[in-house]
């Protein structure tokens, strides 16, 4: 029957657990569930074991057990038999069990103990027998518990305290007799208990009706006496009092229908108890009897809340010297002077909410002078009437007004409390304009209420309130007169303007550029829910620097402007729910460093923009959900400072290729999607994902990557290389024609040589290499005679220099003296000293004459790294040369360019610094 299960490294922490958890079950009066957290049992059928470092712990409930088992370890510390069907308990039962320290016996249907029962458990702390069937308790039962400090008896059938029971030792703590049938207590009763420690003694729900005078002066140490539902129909304080050190006394629901004072001359008050809190909650007192609580000298809270008083007099409370909490709430009370609570002059705290007072008047003589929250919430009061002298309470600092009957708020009705620093007039009937002049009073204010009223016209009302914090005009039309309501109120933190049939130009006039929120210079919350802001203007909120906090949903909200926010910088949290915004402007949220939380719930967006959270470098929590969001463009910026929360649900997202960036993106550990399952593909997705959680599409499967776009690039590059190919094959071609092309455009304007060629001795000087002289005979001579035949003098290489004249100086006449000097670039020719000398002939002709007369013609391709110096510079400042190919459409551009250059000499504006 008995499985062990043993947890040796967590044994200790474990017992300790337990036996908490089991003494706050025990005082609570149900030693009911004695089930422990995660040990799981190894057998149901039979008693949970666990070793602990003091003993055994048992747990036997549930298991239909009749009497107590008998293989139990016996070292058993802890036992709880609870629900079980035990109906007596021997001599016997728990003599093998000498070490208990606590025993659960609730919920069984014990009616009967041996006298003997317990006597083996010298170490017994704590017994529940709640709810059983016990009608009496044999004597001695608990001589020999030594130790017991817990005992609860609740829910049996007692019908008497049973005293010859009663534990004798001086540990007793706690002695619960609830919830049984005790209809008389005699002091004697409770002499057991004399010498106890006990704390508490719960005697409530029994029958007892009346209470002998002095019954509990036997408990020297009892603090708080539990006797609520009992049926005592009249409350003698003399029940209750004596030299008890008694400071808490329960007696609500106890069916009071009067309170008989004591004999005030037959009382010395010096005597008379320590309570400090009597409860009187739902009796039936209609009437608070003149010194009703004579004797509580040293009571200072007295609750009489829905005990349906009706009438009070102006000695009611007198005797309660201390008194400083008063709680009348809930009443039947319709006139109330403060003059009643005169004779406390210790109260602070008075409750009057929820009676039917219509008229209350302040009395002058009230002498409250540390009166401080006065709650007079749920009557119906229509004004306070003051009597004639200017009384004040400096002490007020609290009053609710709230849910009364005042029509308006005159000029002087809070003159007398010049300390108010709370002032709740929310649920009234107010609906005219107020006086500008109507809180002038309350320079130190902090709080102000004025919710829901019929229509309010703030007039300029606020601005004697320079030390408010807190402000809340919710749920009433407000008209608004000027634009410069708030200019004084600069200590506000918290606006609340909720439902206020605002509309966008009450917050701001463009014309004056002005804001209502003009002087708000502390304001950290701002709340504008459900007004009628359609178009925020750029502007509306610059006065508030500091604000953290702006409610702006349902508001009817269609467009953002750009710069709406940027004076918000210190935002932490945007609420933007259930408007109709389509679009946000990208840089709607560039100073929002601090923004935490940002809600977009229900409005009409389409698309997030890309950059639009990218200073927002705080953002935590973002609600986008119930939109009609379908994709989020590919590197869309997030925070990535922390782990971005994301809801958003309920857009129509389109799982097709184009999400794959957001999918992948959701799935990289810098988010986290909540409803996550509720987060679905639209039906315009890919059609196997239709209606399935985002998070489970995998693009990877359809879009690996991208064909779409990878077909695309291929093709576009072969196409591209074919092009190419094409245009190199055909490159003379197409050059031939190009410059065709230009010269039927351009035609020859920028050629200004006015000189004509036969101005010159020679009309063409070409120069070359020796080894070049072949190429010159075989190719140029021919086709200048074929193609120019009008070029008659020109000199084709060395054979054909003056050779009357040295090398040099040939070479010098035949430049100067040439219309046009060509040189005949080769391998050949680079590397040959009399080329280059030749070449820097003609550069530094060139240079003198400022005249564009010499060309250099490529006879083959040559590699940059070969040509010469003098070649490069040439090259480099643009200078015309030509290229000789094998390719008949490149000699075709090869003649037609050599035409042109033939034809004039441009001239030069720079010079070549040979
Ligand atoms: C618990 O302790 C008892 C006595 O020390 C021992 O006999 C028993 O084996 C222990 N139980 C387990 C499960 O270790
Ligand atoms: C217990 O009851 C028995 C008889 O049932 C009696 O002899 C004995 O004296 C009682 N013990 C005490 C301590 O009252
Ligand atoms: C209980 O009484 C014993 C002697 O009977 C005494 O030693 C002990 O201090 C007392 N304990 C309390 C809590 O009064
Ligand atoms: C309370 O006591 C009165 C008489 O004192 C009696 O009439 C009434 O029935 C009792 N109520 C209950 C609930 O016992
Ligand atoms: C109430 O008790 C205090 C001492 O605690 C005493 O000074 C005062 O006079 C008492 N009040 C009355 C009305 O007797
Ligand atoms: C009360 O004070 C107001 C202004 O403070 C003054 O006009 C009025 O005369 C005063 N009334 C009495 C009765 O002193
Ligand atoms: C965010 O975008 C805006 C506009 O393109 C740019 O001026 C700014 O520097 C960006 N900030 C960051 C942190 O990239």
Not at 65 to 76: A, C, E, I, M, W
Not at 420 to 432: A, E, G, P, T, V
Not at 514 to 525: C, H, N, R, T
Request: one cysteine or more; hydrophobic letters at 40%.
């Amino acid at each position: 029957m008995l499985k062990i299960t043993t947890s040796h490294t967590a044994s200790r922490f474990l017992f300790c657990l337990w036996v908490l958890c089991a003494m706050s079950l025990l005082s609570a009066g149900s030693l009911v569930k004695f089930v422990s957290g995660n040990m799981s049992p190894e057998s149901t059928g039979g008693c949970r074991l666990w070793n602990t470092s003091l003993g055994s712990k048992a747990t036997c409930t549930h298991l239909d057990l009749k009497s107590v088992p008998h293989d139990l370890p016996s070292n058993t510390v802890i036992l709880d038999l609870s629900f079980n069907k035990i109906t007596t308990l021997f001599n016997s039962s728990f003599a093998y069990l000498p070490e208990i320290t606590t025993l659960a016996l609730g919920s069984n249907v014990l009616s009967k103990l041996e006298n003997g029962t317990f006597k083996p458990l010298a170490h017994l702390r704590e017994l529940s027998l709640l709810n059983n069937r016990l009608v009496s308790l044999p004597s001695g039962l608990f001589c020999t518990n030594h130790f017991l400090s817990t005992l609860i008896l609740s829910k049996n059938r007692l019908s008497s305290i049973p005293s010859d029971a009663l534990p004798w030792s001086n540990s007793t703590k706690r002695l619960d007799l609830s919830a049984n049938n005790i209809s008389f207590i005699d002091s004697r009763d409770l002499k057991p208990l004399q010498n106890c420690s006990l704390e508490s003694l719960r005697l409530d729900r029994n029958a007892l009706s009346s209470l002998p005078p002095n019954v509990f002066a036997y408990l020297s140490t009892v603090r708080s006496l539990i006797l609520y539902k009992n049926n005592f129909t009249k409350f003698h304080p003399s029940m209750v009092l004596g030299g008890t050190v008694i400071t808490d006394l329960h007696i609500d629901s106890c069916n009071i229908h009067e309170i008989i004072p004591l004999n005030k001359s037959h009382v010395s008050l010096g005597e008379w108890g320590n309570i400090s809190e009597i409860f009187l909650t739902a009796n039936m007192i209609r009437n608070i009897p003149d010194f009703a609580f004579w004797g509580f000298n040293q009571t200072k809270i007295i609750t009489l809340h829905r005990s349906q008083v009706a009438s009070l007099s102006n000695r009611s409370f007198c005797g309660l010297d201390h008194l400083i909490q008063l709680d009348l709430s809930y009443n039947c009370l319709a006139t109330i002077s403060l003059d009643m609570f005169s004779c406390n002059k210790m109260l602070q705290k008075l409750k009057l909410n929820g009676n039917k007072i219509a008229r209350l008047s302040i009395g002058a003589e009230s002498g409250l002078s540390l009166l401080y929250q006065l709650d007079l919430a749920h009557n119906n009061i229509k004004d306070i009437e003051s009597s004639g002298k200017n009384v004040t309470f400096p002490s007020v600092e609290y009053i609710d007004l709230s849910f009364n009957k005042f029509t308006g708020i005159r000029r002087f009705l809070m003159d007398g409390y010049t300390n108010l620093k709370f002032l709740n007039m929310s649920n009234n009937d107010i609906s005219n304009t107020y006086s500008q002049k109507s809180f002038i009073s309350l320079r130190l204010l902090q709080e102000l209420y004025l919710t829901n009223e019929h229509s309010q016209n703030i007039n300029k009302a606020f601005r004697y309130l320079g030390a408010l914090r807190v402000l809340d005009l919710s749920f009433a039309p407000l008209k608004i007169t000027s634009i410069s309501q708030f200019t004084n109120t600069s200590s506000l933190t918290r606006l609340i303007m909720r439902e206020n049939s605002l509309r966008s130009t009450d917050v701001y006039h463009i014309k004056t550029e002005s804001s209502l929120f003009l002087g708000l210079d502390s304001l950290e919350s701002l709340d504008l829910r459900q007004n009628k802001l359609d178009m925020l203007a750029p502007g509306t909120f610059n006065p508030l620097k500091k604000l953290r906090i702006l409610y702006l949903s349902q508001s009817s909200i269609t467009v953002l402007s750009r710069g709406v926010f940027d004076s918000l910088t210190a935002l932490t949290t945007l609420d933007l729910r259930n408007n109709e915004i389509k679009m946000i402007p990208e840089l709607l949220l560039q100073t929002q460093h601090h923004l935490a939380v940002l809600f977009l719930i229900n409005n009409k967006l389409e698309t997030i923009p890309r950059i639009l959270f990218n200073e927002t470098t705080s953002l935590h929590s973002l609600f986008i959900q119930q939109n009609k969001i379908t994709t989020i463009e590919p590197k869309t910026m997030f925070p990535t400072k922390t782990t971005l929360k994301l809801y958003a649900s309920g857009n129509p997202f389109s799982c097709t290729c184009h999400l794959s960036w957001f999918v992948k993106w959701l799935r990289s550990g810098n988010v986290e999607l909540r409803n996550r399952e509720k987060t679905f593909c639209s039906l315009t997705s890919i059609k196997e994902e239709v209606n399935s959680p985002i998070l489970s599409f995998n693009p990877d499967q359809y879009c690996g990557t991208d064909i779409v776009m990878i077909t695309g690039v291929s093709l576009s590059v072969v196409l591209v290389v074919a092009i190419c190919l094409v245009a190199y094959r055909k490159r003379w071609w197409l050059n031939y024609k190009l410059f065709l092309l230009k010269l039927a455009i351009f035609g020859y304007e920028e050629i200004n040589q006015d000189l004509d060629a036969q101005d010159y001795e020679y009309q063409l000087n070409i120069m070359c290499d020796e080894g070049d002289e072949e190429w010159v005979d075989r190719i140029m001579r021919p086709m200048l005679q074929e193609r120019f035949p009008h070029l008659q003098k020109v000199i084709f290489g060395d054979n054909d220099l003056n050779i009357g004249m040295f090398y040099i100086n040939a070479l010098h006449y035949a430049t100067d003296n040439s219309f046009k000097t060509v040189l005949l670039i080769s391998y050949n020719s680079v590397d040959d000293a009399w080329f280059l000398t030749k070449l820097r002939i003609a550069l530094e002709h060139l240079n003198d004459t400022r005249l564009d007369k010499v060309i250099l013609i490529f006879i083959e391709d040559i590699q940059d790294e070969d040509l010469p110096y003098l070649v490069r510079l040439f090259l480099s400042k643009n200078k015309p040369y030509m290229l000789w190919t094998d390719d008949e459409d490149g000699q075709e551009l090869f003649w037609a360019q050599f035409e042109k250059s033939m034809r004039a000499n441009k001239a030069l504006n720079s010079v070549i610094p040979i």
